[in-house]
């Protein structure tokens, strides 16, 4: 019998491959939350409570939905930490594989995005107010790519884009990244071989699935306004990128969390394309492949990547840590009033709520809701 364990590549690509695999969880899961969720505005979050509430195995899926799309962004981060410790850069032959992987983060991103918007309670609401306010501190197109983003958003729209558009964006450039060569290899071979290598985190998911849950109806016992400010919860990661709102001000803003991010951002696509000619790495990659490094080597790249891993996860942690995840119901709650129950149908009009166009109101309120008025 061939031993599963023998085939080098699953490890030299663990969390890349680790990441294909619970994509595909992802897909089947998000089909499931296709056939009970309802874009209609009033409908949405109604929708998704009676699915996690009532429908058997619903609270299971969603709940999933939310922890993988967590484990992909962890295992996308281990992933290129490792490319880059290799110098996969250097290699002419891995352009294109480089090229698309950075891409892919793109639609991650805005899959995470939309994902977070489309439950439409407080914090899809929150979300879908903060990003807008975002844009605008692009010059010149600022002011028409904010108003574009407010009088654009519908739920419906934004499903699309989270059910179809990105997922075929990402599905493209998934297939140039690697599934072309997997295709050659055995898919199915490749993921049933996965998936048994990666059984404990798969184990993982399911267990956190179960029993660290999001909050799905409006609690019996009204909750203190910071409850569950040390409960993770897989969206918080996310905070990370607006926590710039809440540490600078002015034009520090925008240099500091659109300008160089982007900049970095298009310089590490498309770095293997100025490297051209100074590639030196072919040969010691097949070299290599050939004859596993020794365990030393193996032991300082192991060591470099679980510290720097723990670096990105820390600062992940600290800008997240203290945000309430029951707390919102606090007080916003039915038995506040209707108005605080559930988001305001004037949503989109900033004369009737001023409050949403200030950032740094509106970030302040995310993490201190009881300080801030
Ligand atoms: C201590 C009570 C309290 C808690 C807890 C709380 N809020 Fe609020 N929130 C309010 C009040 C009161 C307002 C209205 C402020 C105003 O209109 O001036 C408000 C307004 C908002 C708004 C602005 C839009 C609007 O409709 O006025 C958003 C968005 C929001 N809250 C989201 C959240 C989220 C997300 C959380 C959980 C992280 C949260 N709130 C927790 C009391 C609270």
Not at 48 to 61: A, D, F, K, P, W
Not at 253 to 281: C, D, E, H, T, W
Not at 300 to 326: D, E, K, Q, W
Request: hydrophobic share 50%; aromatic share 16%; charged share 15%.
């Amino acid at each position: 019998m061939e031993n599963i364990f023998s085939e080098k590549i699953h490890w030299r690509h663990f969390f890349g491959g680790f990441s294909f695999l619970i994509i595909i969880l992802q897909i089947l899961t998000g089909i499931f939350l296709i056939f009970f969720y309802d874009p209609a505005i009033d409908n949405a979050y109604k929708s998704v409570q009676y699915l996690t509430n009532n429908v058997t195995g619903g609270s299971l899926m969603r709940n999933m939905h939310r922890w993988t799309a967590f484990f992909l962004f962890l295992a996308v981060l281990i992933h290129t930490i490792r490319c880059i410790l290799r110098l996969d850069f250097m290699a002419q032959s891995k352009r294109v594989l480089w090229l698309t992987g950075v891409l892919l983060l793109l639609p991650t991103f805005m899959l995470i995005v939309t994902g977070l918007i489309l439950p439409w309670e407080w914090k899809g609401y929150w979300f879908m107010e903060i990003i807008p306010n975002y844009s605008e501190f692009i010059p010149l197109i600022g002011h028409k790519l904010k108003s574009f983003f407010i009088e654009s958003f519908t739920l419906p729209r934004y499903q699309v884009l989270h059910i179809l558009v990105l997922p075929i964006i990402f599905l493209i450039l998934i297939n140039y990244h690697f599934l072309d060569k997997l295709r050659k290899r055995g898919v199915f071979k490749y993921i049933y071989k996965h998936a048994l290598i990666s059984l404990p985190l798969l184990i993982a998911i399911v267990v956190l699935a179960k029993y660290i849950t999001i909050p799905s109806e409006d609690p019996e016992v009204i909750p203190m306004p910071l409850e569950g400010e040390y409960i993770p919860a897989p969206e918080w990661y996310f905070l990370i990128l607006l926590l710039p709102l809440m540490y600078f001000k002015g034009s520090l803003i925008p240099v500091l969390s659109i300008y160089v991010p982007l900049l970095f951002f298009i310089a590490f696509a498309f770095l293997p394309y100025y490297l051209k000619g100074k590639a030196v790495r072919e040969e010691t990659e097949a070299v290599e492949y050939n004859n596993p490094a020794p365990l030393k080597k193996i032991f300082i790249r192991g060591s470099l990547v679980v510290i720097i891993f723990a670096m990105c996860t820390s600062l992940i942690y600290l800008g997240a840590y203290n945000s309430p995840t029951l707390g919102c119901n606090g007080c916003h709650h039915l038995k506040s009033g209707f108005r605080m129950g559930i988001v305001p149908r004037q949503f989109k009009d900033r004369n009737v709520l001023p409050n949403l166009d200030d950032n740094q109101w509106m970030m302040g309120h995310w993490f201190y809701p009881t300080e801030i008025y």
